[in-house]
Nanobody, 119 residues
């Protein structure tokens, strides 16, 4: 089993920055790709960014490309999402997710951390 705990959310103004963290515990040696997703009120959960185990490959949703940066520190079992130039439309509950090596689905999810961007 893998446990994921997000932190770093908050209330900020448009144009501000935030850094989210996702701490993993449990069978962390089995974790491969990790990702961030978000869900705004009344909307479905959407993909934000993903990163492979080594950090050498990342991929972003068009809506955040150039503003958000995903990274991970495997020694600390932690993944990050640096969010710059935040916009009100970035307001959402942000979740981290992990999938094990050889798996195609994200089997493990955190509880989410709220990000609210005021205009």
């Amino acid at each position: 089993q893998v446990q994921l705990v997000e932190s770093g959310g908050g209330l900020v103004q448009a144009g501000d920055s935030l850094r989210l963290s996702c701490a993993a515990s449990g069978r962390t040696v089995s974790i491969g790709t990790m990702a961030w997703f978000r869900q705004a009120p009344g909307k479905e959960r959407e993909f934000v960014a993903t990163i492979n185990w080594s950090g050498s490959s990342t991929y972003y949703a068009d809506s955040v490309k150039g503003r958000f940066t995903i990274s991970r520190d495997n020694a600390k079992n932690t993944m990050y999402l640096q969010m710059n130039s935040l916009k009100p439309e970035d307001t959402a509950l942000y979740y981290c997710a992990a999938r094990l090596y050889g798996k195609s689905e994200y089997d493990y999810w955190g509880q989410g951390t709220q990000v609210t961007v005021s205009s």
